[in-house]
């Protein structure tokens, strides 16, 4: 009988392969050929591109031998000429020669899920496998400003391949959706003034992390080393010996102006940009409201809390109370807010208003600017 297998009287199974004149290419066959045989199948195998065996004939021979249904099992061939016109001929062809037998073909395992999964199962086993290369390294990633559009293209393929992620409240949840379902997640987000977790802690899982994990992403709101407390993350790595790749994001002052259309600096009237926060330091000292008054367009930070005194210390700093502002909540994401004013108005507004974090403010003859309508 074709192919040396045993046939006994039961439903039999025809393996097609490619067919090649290369010695032992379709070994790979051959052998899952034998497997099946030994759980007592009736076998056999043929190819596409070489004449002996046929399929008719070996249709026929375990007809002979007592089978009355033959299925035909394209051997990972992809969608082509072989699947769509030659089988189906030869299939056609055994039928005719073994007229009482039922010969159907299956489906190409290349199409399987199984066969799917089978090879992501072999990619992780391989990486398992493979000897860590170099220092471990963390990625100090931003997320951009809340819209998902607005990630970048490395960011978007370190957490689709990351097996841990450590990430702040204010990422976009469809960012967090692209990471593997065998990733570690560990949400460290502070909200506002409360910390969700200690930075101290932060930096301990981060250190902890990279030792475990092959790939370790630290995922920020907007960029990475603006306002993120990213100095002291790197330090607690740098001090470890774990390196550490930064990926930029679009900060969210940016991607605010963005989203209202304001240009930020403009040729006569504004020619120097601040990203400023009004928070305190550790030592409770504030910023320095003079130097910050002095600049053109200033984007606050962190804005929600103190928003009244914020204002009122750039007036009295020199700014006039009539300087166009706006605040802005959950810029570039759907629930997006704005409330337009002035520096002496706008806390009053935004309170009105009932806007809170996450909170933007853009002082400056930039913030009265809208220049496109938003699409
Ligand atoms: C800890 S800082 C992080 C800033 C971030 N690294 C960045 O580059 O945008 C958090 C502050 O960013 C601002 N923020 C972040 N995302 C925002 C958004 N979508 N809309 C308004 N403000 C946002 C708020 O002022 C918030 O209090």
């Known amino acids: 009988v074709a192919g040396g297998f045993r046939l006994t009287p039961m439903d039999a199974l025809v393996l097609i392969g490619h067919g090649s004149p290369l010695a032992g290419a379709n070994r790979d066959m051959l052998r899952v050929a034998a497997a099946l045989t030994r759980r007592d199948r009736p076998v056999s195998t043929c190819t596409v591109d070489r004449a002996e065996p046929d399929l008719p004939g070996l249709v026929a021979a375990h007809a002979a031998a007592g089978a009355r249904r033959v299925v035909v099992v394209p051997w990972l061939l992809q969608l082509g000429r072989h699947l769509v016109e030659d089988i189906p001929r030869a299939v056609a062809a055994a039928r005719t020669a073994a007229p009482g037998v039922q010969v159907v073909q299956a489906d190409p395992l290349g199409f399987d899920e199984l066969l799917v999964q089978l090879v992501e199962r072999r990619i992780a086993g391989a990486l398992d496998a493979a000897p860590a290369v170099g220092p471990p390294v963390v990625h100090l990633v931003g997320a951009g400003p809340g819209d998902p559009g ?63 994990h092959r790939r370790v992403v630290r995922l920020k709101g907007g960029d990475p080393l603006v306002f993120g407390r990213a100095g002291e993350e790197i330090d607690a790595l740098a001090a470890t010996g774990i390196a550490v790749e930064i990926v930029p994001g679009v900060t969210s002052g940016l991607g605010a102006a963005a989203a209202l259309g304001l240009p930020l600096t403009r040729r006569g009237t504004a020619s120097s940009l601040a990203f400023a926060t009004g928070r305190c330091h550790d030592d409770g000292a504030g910023p320095d409201w003079r130097a910050i008054a002095q600049v053109d367009t200033v984007i606050l930070y962190m804005a929600a809390r103190n928003l009244a005194a914020h204002c009122a210390a750039l007036v009295a700093a020199g700014r006039s109370g009539g300087t166009p502002a706006c605040a802005v909540q959950w810029a570039t994401r759907p629930e997006q807010r704005t409330v337009v004013g002035t520096l002496a108005d706008l806390a009053k507004q935004v309170a009105a208003a009932g806007l809170g974090s996450p909170l933007l403010v853009i002082v400056g003859a930039a913030a009265g600017n809208r220049t496109c309508p938003p699409p």
């Not at 393929?157 to 379902?181: G, M």
């Open 150 to 212: 607005m990630v970048t293209v490395r960011a978007r393929e370190l957490v689709a391949t990351c097996d841990c992620l450590i990430h702040d409240r204010l990422v976009p949840p469809e960012l967090l959706a692209l990471a593997p379902s065998t990733a570690v997640l560990h949400p460290v987000g502070k909200h506002g003034w409360g910390e969700a977790v200690a930075q101290a802690a932060i930096n301990e899982l981060l250190v902890a992390c990279a030792g475990r």
